[in-house]
């Protein structure tokens, strides 16, 4: 798709090192700083999609810098400055090997190995009886393994302090930030007639101390309903309407895709890729609250390039 941004290659002054994540670009500068470039790749079942979904890259990166600023009272974050629409500058911490997936409701993944009998979920156990969408009595957190390549696994808390991947008292203080958060983020939700149904936050530490990394509250890590037409719904057993990520997931599975071995990404169109456009600027001026303003797109990696080396020449 013509302006879209879905491989960088830049090379900053005091770069030490680059990241090419599934979604993000990350450059490191010096000892201390990142440079995180949110692209318009998009990923779905662990799989980099073949086309890029245009104004994706900045409607995560804005809503990620908006609630990281709104947040910031909760816990410390990593976030310095935002250059240009697709671009975040921020602090380099040392990241914990665990994502921590907190869930309101039964949804997506939690629901299809509910539907399968399971009744407990990453050693959560789950009320018998539950209808997907149920609300859950209290929130759970599932925490997944965070891996470098290939499929994050669940994993219980157990095993995470067990393994060594974060010690006890810290995997506490990190359920303490991560329920604190998922309330902020239901609270601002509800301002904007949503429900927070479940995300998920990625921490680190630098100096002893714990921050919030990478993005809070997008599409790409959370899901909402939205609020005024959820329990009639619920009670009729029909689909939520929802803005996250999980239509593209639907659409992929309904063509035959999962990521498995020997399946193939079905066509991605251009008026299929501009339909998901839409939905992500739906979703950035409903949880937001403002009108989206798509940003200069006429050659995008020169934008970028260009806002960095300005920052970075500030800061030197």
């Known amino acids: 798709m013509k302006n879209t941004l879905v491989r960088t290659d830049f090379n900053f002054p005091g770069q030490t090192n680059v ?102 979920l990453c050693g959560v156990p789950l009320p018998e009886g539950m209808k997907e969408n149920e609300k859950f009595p209290t929130p759970i957190i599932t925490p997944t393994t965070k891996e470098d390549v290939g499929h994050d696994e669940n994993i ?54 714990i921050y919030l990394i990478d993005e809070i509250h997008t599409p790409d890590s959370s899901r909402y309903f939205y609020a005024d037409t959820y329990q009639e719904l619920f009670d009729k057993g029909e689909e939520q309407r929802q803005l996250s990520k999980e239509f593209v997931r639907k659409w992929l599975m309904d063509n035959g895709f999962q990521g498995k071995d020997g399946q193939k990404v079905p066509e991605m169109t251009e008026e299929y890729c501009n339909s998901v456009s839409e939905r992500y600027i739906e979703l950035y001026e409903k949880i937001v609250g403002e009108k989206f303003v798509k940003a200069e797109a006429a050659d995008v990696a020169v934008r970028l390039e260009k806002n960095i080396n300005e920052y970075l020449k500030q800061r030197s």
């Open 19 to 120: 990241y090419h994540g599934k979604v993000r670009d990350v450059y490191s500068i010096g000892d201390d700083l990142l440079v995180m470039i949110a692209t318009d790749r998009i990923s779905a079942f662990d799989v980099v999609l073949p086309q890029g979904i245009p104004y994706k890259g900045q409607v995560l990166n804005q809503i990620a810098a908006k609630f990281l600023d709104a947040t910031a009272d909760i816990v410390p974050n990593w976030k310095l400055d935002t250059p240009d629409p697709m671009v975040t500058v921020g602090l380099r911490c040392e990241q914990y090997k665990v994502e921590m997936v907190i869930r309101g409701y039964l949804t997506g993944s939690a629901w299809r190995e509910y539907k399968a009998g399971a009744r407990t």
């Open 156 to 209: 219980s808390k157990e095993e995470i302090i067990a393994q060594g991947l974060v010690s006890k008292e810290e995997y506490e203080q990190l359920e303490k930030y991560t329920y604190a958060l998922f309330q902020r983020g239901t609270e601002m939700a509800a301002q904007k007639n949503l429900i927070l149904v479940d995300t998920k936050y990625e921490f680190g530490k630098k100096e002893g101390k």
